[in-house]
């Protein structure tokens, strides 16, 4: 993929993920991705909450010592009482679509899960090369990841934006049950 | 534990429930009277319909900008119908792979025939379990087979957790509507009952804090709840997955937190693979929301966390019935989007309760059928103003009309038909009678008309005090809308010196061929099939018909032979008058077709040219009479309408001889389209570009110009509360462009909207079509 493409499908992903209420950024590397996190509003409080053995997680684990550098106290998701309403979390994503501005999230364990349901912004890292154009993209994902196996992914969601309602009179209310913010970056 | 959570869901008592309106244990007619009474409601559907409409057709229009046709609407819903055709036809196969898939994943895949089943299951699997609170995401399917309440009366607390459903729920009603639950409720209502569940105090009117307290309420209710009963979206069957589609991340709480995971499902949402899921869950949220996609899509294949359990109960409970049924095996393609709710017109004015049952919308008086038995759908059918819109936005192409319609007959079998309608259709099909009784009617009508071409409520005077049988009814229908008047002379009895006439000049022309008009050259013929309206009631509209047509230089003929097309029997579910009446048009028009040499069949009824192209053969086709269907079908690429017809010829290069404005006021029209012009016939750009380019006039597009006037055939008869608000919009409408003359191309549309104008006493000319185009003309 050329660099133009990149662009424009990023673009294209913000868009979206804009639209429907969430943020996205582009980083050139873990670095940059790392400074776009400890400068986002939702850190004020320096903590944040990831999946168990997020160190160990190729090739995301790197960012954690860079968090812990800028002042970040970093906590490990347990049970759900615990990681409820945490200010923030840090997870990361399957593969991006940039045609609806969506991310795919493929955690068996809960702890993992509830990064993405219980904190109330939720950062997510994806690598530029798996953001795709269509959701056909992850149709072909999906399928794979769902394959009998020990690999295979039990439980997986395509999120789009933070958590949101319409239901009384229709006023658009973000932050019922999930996430009342959704970031996420895009590093190269 | 329990006693914390009393107040979230206090249990359904008998009484709370007699006395609920909104209960399907109600009658039909008291839950249409309250439907109709409550404001509320009926401001936020008003305000709901046309936003939308807008949205969503904002939403695929730019998808296919953005990606091309294999993303238009068009192009997608017809890849998911063939997707979800396959999947009706192969149900055991894909039922099979599913089964397998799931439970090499994990989970337990339980088969309900009926709703008692799977209620029984989860309740066995509770009690096993030892669980008495339950939390519980959107579930069509449980409402459908009532899981609440049969787990309430057994001492097992069930918790929803989505908002909107939660509010139903601490109101003992049921949802209103497939995706938007409450959205009859307005934040006052909201915010007493939340005060009322939580016993603090909480906002009427910041809907921001109203949402904020599910979240609170709710948190206990999930890390507390043995089990979590969520819905689904589809069943994948190449993997074994359950997709979920959800906005407020509830579901996603529910299906994770509680160790026992129970999903619930229709065997209707099986479809076979991820590809085709795309494609679904493209159109579902596009159509229900008009979202791109729903905040959170879950793909859930067996259970994730070691101890935990996924029990997978699929629901028959009257599916099969469905599947056997070569017309309502189309029904389970349904992704219950609720597009055909948002877009009917009499949704709009009555709201979901109304419909009795969970599945409102046209697919609600389709399938709450055979959930529930043809007694649960007999009154809400015949809501059906057979509008035709939700065939155009349904996003799996339901022939939903059609099956309404078979519904409607159904009931008639059950039930006979209303007397009245018996006797009018009775006499209709046998067309001497029905020509010797609308004769007599136009004579006898004179004490109510006093010779106007209006049936008028006050010119009843005291005999509409009289204690008469139906008189009253009719001074009541009369009173907001005039009916019409019999012509004393119909057009059959008109046409014969302006056919003449036709045909001197014609052979004068033929003579001196210099003095042929250029627009002769074509020499079509066309067969006039009037349509009893225009017949007995309009007959200046049909001279005006073949005044417009000659003029183009066609040649017009006019069977006298012709009679009703049979369409007001057919939509009343009365199939045996329907069906008579159809034998005798197709005979008539065959013979006439044969003696003219004409080389169409014309009608500037569009109601007559959709029965006769379309419902005949799908008639014979039920009816499964071979030799019938084989003429109506050769008969149906004939027939053409009007409007079409006239803006092709012109189109074609031929000229009207249009009067120009000299000094005149410029007339400013407005255009209804009729359902039938627009969503049977594919109708649109045709007679705005007459009025436009052929006449010259300004034409101003009115809001909601495609929604139905409210006629709707005898539903305005039976429904008048119904038909009233909506004539009552669409006067509105059409008034609010400040235009002069409303025009439309349906002769029943202009009969109901000329009705509304003359109690109303507003300036507005409501004129057909081809009754503008004559005055316009040299
Ligand atoms: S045909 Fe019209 S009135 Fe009947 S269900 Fe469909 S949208 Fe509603
Ligand atoms: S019938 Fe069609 S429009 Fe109606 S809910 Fe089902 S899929 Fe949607």
Redesign the interface.
């Given at each position: 993929m050329t660099m133009q493409t990149t662009t424009n499908l990023f673009q294209r992903f913000q868009q979206?993920l804009e639209?429907?209420g969430g943020e996205a950024h582009y980083a050139e590397s873990l670095v940059e991705a790392a400074d776009i996190l400890a400068a986002h509003p939702a850190l004020v409080q320096r903590e944040i909450v990831v999946p168990p053995a997020f160190e160990a997680r190729q090739p995301w684990g790197a960012i954690l010592p860079m968090l812990a550098e800028r002042g970040i106290a970093i906590s490990e998701a347990g049970d759900?009482?615990s990681v409820?309403d945490f200010p923030a979390g840090l997870s990361s994503a399957e593969l991006a679509i940039a045609?609806?501005?969506?991310i795919l999230l493929a955690e068996?364990?809960?702890p993992a899960?509830?990064v993405s349901?219980?904190t109330l912004t939720h950062f997510a890292l994806a690598q530029a090369g798996t953001l795709y154009p269509?959701?056909?993209e992850?149709?072909?994902a999906?399928?794979r990841l769902?394959?009998?196996g020990p690999d295979?992914?039990?439980?997986?969601?395509?999120?789009?934006?933070?958590?949101?309602?319409?239901?009384?009179?229709?006023?658009l209310?973000i932050?019922?049950?999930?996430?009342r913010a959704l970031c996420v970056i895009i590093v190269e | 534990m329990s006693t914390e959570l009393t107040p979230l869901t206090p249990p359904r008592e008998a009484q709370v429930e007699n006395a609920n309106p909104t209960n399907e244990e109600q009658p039909f007619d008291v839950r249409l009277e309250h439907a109709l009474s409550d404001q509320h409601m009926h401001a936020a559907l008003e305000r709901f319909a046309p936003s939308w409409r807008d949205s969503r057709a904002g939403v695929f229009s730019y998808e296919e900008q953005e990606y091309g046709p294999d993303y238009s609407f068009q192009h997608m819903r017809s890849t998911l119908r063939q997707a979800k055709d396959y999947a009706t036809e192969h149900q055991p196969e894909l039922v099979a792979r599913f089964k397998e898939m799931a439970r090499a994943a994990g989970a337990i895949v339980f088969e309900a025939r009926t709703a008692e089943e799977a209620n029984r299951y989860i309740y066995d699997l509770c009690q096993r379990k030892g669980i008495d609170l339950v939390v519980k995401s959107k579930t069509m399917v449980s409402e459908e087979t009532e899981l609440n309440h049969y787990l309430e009366a057994r001492q097992i607390r069930a918790v929803e957790t989505d908002l909107g459903e939660w509010v139903a729920q601490l109101a003992h009603e049921r949802p209103s509507h497939m995706v938007m639950p409450i959205i009859h409720k307005t934040r006052q209502q909201v915010g007493a009952l939340l005060s009322e569940a939580t016993g603090r105090e909480i906002s009427r009117e910041d809907v921001a804090e109203q949402v904020a307290v599910i979240r609170v309420e709710h948190r206990k209710s999930f890390l507390n709840a043995g089990m979590g009963i969520s819905g689904a979206n589809a069943l994948i069957a190449e993997s074994g997955t359950v997709m979920m589609m959800t906005n407020e991340g509830n579901g996603r709480l529910v299906t994770s937190l509680p160790p026992v995971h129970v999903v619930m499902a229709g065997y209707d949402k099986l479809i076979g693979t991820f590809a085709e899921t795309m494609t679904q869950l493209r159109l579902l949220a596009r159509s229900a929301t008009a979202q791109h996609i729903t905040s959170y899509t879950t793909f859930i294949t067996g259970p994730a966390i070691p101890g935990h359990e996924m029990h997978i109960v699929l629901v028959d409970n009257g599916r099969s019935e469905m599947r056997a049924d070569p017309r309502f095996k189309d029904a389970l393609r349904c992704i219950r989007c609720a597009a055909c709710a948002n877009i009917c017109p009499p949704y709009a004015q009555v709201g979901g309760h109304a419909f009795g049952y969970i599945y409102s919308g046209a697919i609600g008086l389709v399938v709450t059928p055979f959930h529930h038995g043809i007694e649960a759908g007999a009154g809400p059918q015949s809501l059906c103003v057979s509008c035709n819109a939700c065939e155009t936005v349904c996003p799996v192409e339901i022939p939903l009309p059609g099956l309404i319609l078979d519904v409607r007959s159904r009931v008639v079998e059950a039930k006979g038909l209303h007397w009245i309608k018996k006797l009018v259709f009775g006499a209709m099909a046998r067309p001497r009678l029905f020509n010797v009784a609308t004769r007599l009617i136009s004579i006898a009508q004179f004490p109510v008309t006093r010779g106007s071409n209006f049936i008028r409520a006050r010119n009843f005077g005291i005999l509409g005090k009289l204690p008469l049988p139906y008189i009253r009814p009719m001074v009541k229908l009369a009173s907001w809308h005039s009916l019409p008047a019999f012509a004393s002379r119909p057009l059959r009895d008109r046409v014969k010196r302006q056919l003449e006439r036709y045909e001197r000049r014609d052979a004068i022309d033929r003579v001196l061929p210099d003095r042929v008009p250029a627009n002769a050259t074509s020499r079509l013929t066309v067969c006039y099939f009037a349509g009893c309206m225009t017949d007995r009631l309009y007959p200046e509209m049909g001279q005006a018909v073949i005044h417009v047509l000659q003029t183009c230089g066609v040649r017009v003929t006019f069977p006298l032979g012709q009679n009703c097309c049979g369409l007001p029997a057919l939509n009343s579910g009365d199939r045996r008058d329907g069906a008579a009446m159809a034998r005798q048009t197709i005979i008539m028009l065959e013979q006439a077709l044969k003696e003219s040499e004409a080389d169409y069949i014309l009608s500037a009824s569009t109601s007559c040219v959709a029965t006769i192209a379309q419902d005949y053969t799908r008639l014979f086709e039920d009816l499964d009479e071979q030799g019938w269907l084989r003429r109506a079908r050769e008969l149906a690429g004939k027939v053409v309408d009007f409007t079409s017809f006239l803006e092709r010829m012109l189109a074609e290069g031929v000229q009207l001889p249009v009067r120009q404005e000299n000094g005149e006021a410029t007339i400013v029209t407005t255009y209804h389209d009729s359902c039938q012009s627009c969503n049977c016939l594919g109708l649109r750009k045709e007679a705005r570009s007459i009025i436009r380019d052929a006449l010259g006039l300004e034409l101003r597009e009115m809001p909601q110009a495609d929604v139905c006037c409210g006629f709707g055939g005898s539903t305005s008869i039976e429904h008048g509360d119904v038909a009233e608000r909506l004539l009552h919009n669409k006067l509105r409408n059409a008034e609010s462009t400040g235009a002069t003359i409303l025009v439309a191309d349906n002769p029943g549309c202009l009969m109901h909207m000329r009705g509304g104008v003359d109690v109303n006493g507003k300036k507005l000319r409501v004129l057909h079509l081809a009754q503008l185009v004559a005055e316009r003309l040299e």
């Open positions: 979206r639209a429907a759900p009482a409820a045609e609806t501005g969506s068996n364990a809960l899960r509830i349901m219980l269509m959701l056909e992850a149709g072909s999906l399928q769902t394959a009998p295979q992914r039990h439980y997986i969601s395509l999120v789009t934006g933070p958590s949101r309602t319409a239901d009384i009179e229709r006023t209310t932050g019922v049950q999930g996430p | -």
